[in-house]
């Protein structure tokens, strides 16, 4: 079975070099020392205590890398399981959240067995938006205590009462705490005109801890509320598992597999558009998997891929899965060594980090050009957003899948109404008087067609057919004279596919753009990106068009 092949073994058989181990080596430390403050950071904002992001970091991260299904996927704790870890932390204690991990990755395991890493991928753009976006809120609003210092001894799980709090409690702001704030967030915006190499968030956390011991500032530290940090894993410990402890944490459980799948597999699809690969991602879930039972074994939380370090790990020459193992064994390395210095950090300091990660994760401007797209779409967002924010993730995320389903149905229902498209396409090639076949291509000049409708449940299809194309054309033509409605996920393609063609210098040219489609494109921008000069109604105008731009 080559697709449940981890890619390490695919690397070591296609023949791994020193000079391979170097590009890796150099960018492993680097992504180690990126995820440094992250993983104490994520773990903090969890409700669990800092090391236990290190751990998950170091036991998951190297799982992930050593058995998954990407070449450069970083795995560890991230920022999208902030808000569902917190919330079993408040009520199940880390013994419920190590169990419902552990349940977690037997199913992350079952769903890669059972072939379910394409259908993953088919969960509609906008409610990934929605409750990535409704998370950015939670991790930033939770961060606002301590970036002030308030005092406030039980800070409220809901973020109505979290708002609540902060303006009861605005007469106990520590202004030293504020300065630290700030000033580590202004090093973390800063920093990278200094130097990309070097993450800002790790320079914050230097600069604010040497402040703060220096000048002995009333700042509370990592220390003071969690009490030293060790310099060692832990003995492994498996969690008790009952049937009655499994019923009660099988809803989290499945929230946090259903999590994990979504964001590694998201992850690897990133990573696949930045170096031209293809991920394996049934091996990637029951990697996933593994790493997830691991991880609380060795005390730690739930992990996944990480987009932004996967993106630091490419952009530093990791090329194999052996980068991402090195950079668990680097962090691994500064928990034995300089483990026992973390307890110095002023939580001022990490709140901004964390603050800056939620404002990332955000992506305000995907999130805002939904509003641009359909009504049924900026509802899906709106409702998936808002019950993230104000009611469960598990929710949200239920509630966006079906709505989105329904209105898919419901949409495709009013296209089929239209029955001459359906015996047009039933007939032979040939016969249609505006058939390819009849038309003079010449060589440097690819023309792909898209017969129905372009919505998230075709969207996959689309970009596998895509990549097909063996050698960039001069000219590519995309007939869309079948496709009478177009959503936000098949908008992302699209400008995905321009975004492609502006790379290898290939002019895109649509034909037969309908009503609706074309209204998207201009609204989203995207006509104008792609040069309105460049959609034609009719196929024989896109070709002359086409023609008049090869080289003579």
């Given at each position: 079975?080559?697709?449940?092949?981890?890619k390490?073994?695919?690397?070591?058989?296609e023949?791994?070099?020193?000079k391979?181990?170097?590009?890796d080596?150099?960018?492993g430390v680097?992504?180690?020392i990126?995820?440094?403050p992250l993983?104490?950071a994520f773990?903090?904002?969890?409700?669990?205590?800092?090391e236990?992001?290190l751990?998950?970091?170091?036991?998951a991260?190297?799982?992930?890398?050593?058995?998954?299904?990407?070449?450069?996927q970083?795995?560890?704790?991230t920022g999208?399981?902030?808000?569902?870890?917190?919330?079993i932390?408040?009520?199940y204690?880390?013994d419920g959240?190590a169990?419902?991990?552990?349940?977690?990755?037997?199913?992350l395991?079952?769903?890669?067995?059972?072939r379910?890493g394409?259908v993953?991928?088919?969960?509609?753009?906008?409610v990934?938006?929605g409750f990535?976006?409704?998370?950015?809120?939670?991790?930033f609003?939770s961060?606002?205590k301590?970036?002030?210092?308030?005092a406030?001894p039980?800070?409220?799980a809901e973020?109505?009462?979290?708002?609540?709090?902060?303006?009861?409690?605005?007469?106990?702001?520590n202004?030293w705490?504020?300065?630290?704030?700030?000033?580590?967030?202004?090093i973390?915006?800063l920093?990278p005109?200094?130097?990309?190499k070097?993450?800002?968030?790790?320079?914050?956390?230097?600069v604010?801890?040497i402040?703060?011991?220096?000048?002995?500032?009333?700042?509370?530290?990592?220390?003071?509320?969690y009490?030293?940090?060790?310099?060692?894993?832990?003995?492994p410990?498996?969690p008790?598992?009952?049937l009655?402890?499994v019923?009660?944490?099988?809803?989290?459980?499945?929230?946090?597999?259903?999590?994990?799948?979504?964001?590694s597999?998201?992850?690897a699809v990133?990573?696949?558009?930045?170096l031209?690969?293809?991920?394996?991602?049934?091996?990637?879930?029951?990697?996933?998997g593994?790493?997830?039972?691991?991880s609380?074994?060795?005390?730690?939380?739930?992990a996944?891929g990480?987009?932004?370090?996967t993106?630091?790990?490419?952009?530093?020459?990791?090329?194999t899965?052996?980068a991402?193992?090195?950079?668990?064994?680097?962090l691994?390395?500064?928990?034995m060594?300089f483990g026992?210095?973390?307890s110095l950090?002023p939580?001022?300091?990490?709140a901004?980090?964390l603050m800056?990660?939620a404002?990332?994760?955000?992506e305000?401007?995907?999130?805002?050009?939904?509003?641009?797209?359909?009504?049924?779409?900026?509802a899906?967002?709106?409702?998936?957003?808002?019950l993230?924010?104000?009611?469960?993730?598990t929710?949200?995320?239920?509630v966006?899948i079906?709505?989105?389903?329904?209105?898919?149905?419901?949409?495709?229902?009013n296209?089929?109404?239209?029955?001459?498209?359906?015996?047009?396409?039933?007939e032979e090639?040939?016969a249609?008087?505006?058939?390819i076949?009849?038309r003079?291509i010449p060589k440097?000049?690819?023309?792909?067609?898209?017969?129905?409708?372009?919505?998230?449940?075709?969207?996959?299809t689309?970009?596998?057919?895509?990549?097909?194309i063996?050698?960039?054309?001069?000219?590519?033509?995309?007939?869309m004279?079948?496709v009478y409605?177009?959503?936000?996920?098949?908008?992302?393609?699209l400008e995905?596919?321009?975004?492609?063609c502006?790379?290898?210098?290939?002019?895109l040219?649509?034909?037969?753009?309908?009503?609706?489609?074309?209204?998207?494109?201009?609204?989203?921008?995207?006509?104008?990106?792609?040069?309105?000069?460049?959609?034609?109604?009719?196929?024989d105008?896109a070709?002359?068009?086409?023609?008049?731009?090869l080289?003579?």
């Amino acid at each position: 079975m080559p697709k449940l092949t981890p890619k390490f073994f695919t690397v070591m058989r296609e023949g791994y070099t020193l000079k391979m181990f170097w590009q890796d080596l150099s960018a492993g430390v680097l992504v180690g020392i990126v995820a440094l403050p992250l993983a104490i950071a994520f773990a903090i904002a969890s409700g669990v205590k800092p090391e236990q992001g290190l751990y998950t970091a170091i036991v998951a991260g190297f799982l992930i890398s050593f058995l998954g299904g990407s070449r450069v996927q970083i795995g560890g704790p991230t920022g999208a399981f902030v808000v569902i870890v917190a919330g079993i932390m408040q009520q199940y204690g880390y013994d419920g959240l190590a169990v419902a991990t552990f349940i977690a990755g037997f199913l992350l395991i079952l769903m890669g067995l059972l072939r379910l890493g394409s259908v993953i991928r088919f969960i509609p753009h906008p409610v990934t938006v929605g409750f990535t976006a409704g998370i950015a809120v939670i991790i930033f609003t939770s961060q606002i205590k301590d970036f002030l210092g308030l005092a406030i001894p039980n800070l409220p799980a809901e973020f109505v009462g979290k708002i609540e709090a902060y303006l009861h409690s605005i007469g106990t702001i520590n202004p030293w705490a504020v300065i630290i704030g700030g000033v580590s967030f202004l090093i973390i915006i800063l920093w990278p005109k200094v130097s990309r190499k070097i993450p800002g968030s790790l320079v914050a956390i230097l600069v604010s801890t040497i402040l703060v011991q220096i000048f002995n500032l009333p700042v509370e530290t990592i220390g003071q509320r969690y009490g030293s940090v060790p310099n060692m894993l832990p003995a492994p410990r498996i969690p008790h598992v009952s049937l009655e402890i499994v019923q009660k944490m099988f809803s989290p459980a499945l929230t946090i597999a259903l999590l994990a799948g979504i964001e590694s597999l998201l992850s690897a699809v990133v990573a696949d558009g930045m170096l031209g690969t293809r991920h394996r991602s049934n091996m990637e879930l029951i990697a996933q998997g593994i790493a997830n039972i691991a991880s609380p074994i060795f005390g730690g939380i739930p992990a996944t891929g990480a987009i932004a370090r996967t993106a630091t790990n490419i952009k530093n020459g990791g090329r194999t899965p052996v980068a991402g193992m090195i950079h668990a064994i680097t962090l691994l390395l500064i928990l034995m060594f300089f483990g026992k210095w973390a307890s110095l950090i002023p939580l001022a300091s990490l709140a901004a980090v964390l603050m800056k990660v939620a404002l990332n994760m955000s992506e305000y401007h995907v999130f805002a050009a939904i509003f641009k797209t359909t009504k049924s779409d900026i509802a899906v967002l709106m409702t998936t957003f808002l019950l993230t924010v104000f009611i469960d993730l598990t929710v949200a995320i239920e509630v966006g899948i079906v709505l989105a389903a329904l209105l898919f149905m419901y949409r495709m229902s009013n296209v089929t109404q239209v029955s001459h498209l359906t015996e047009e396409m039933e007939e032979e090639e040939t016969a249609d008087p505006k058939s390819i076949r009849t038309r003079d291509i010449p060589k440097g000049i690819e023309v792909f067609e898209i017969q129905g409708s372009l919505f998230f449940g075709a969207a996959e299809t689309f970009k596998s057919r895509i990549r097909n194309i063996q050698k960039p054309p001069k000219v590519l033509i995309l007939r869309m004279r079948h496709v009478y409605a177009l959503d936000a996920t098949g908008l992302a393609v699209l400008e995905d596919l321009y975004n492609k063609c502006k790379q290898e210098k290939t002019r895109l040219i649509l034909s037969g753009v309908h009503a609706q489609p074309l209204d998207i494109l201009i609204r989203s921008g995207l006509a104008d990106k792609i040069g309105k000069e460049n959609l034609f109604k009719d196929i024989d105008d896109a070709l002359a068009k086409a023609k008049e731009l090869l080289p003579a």
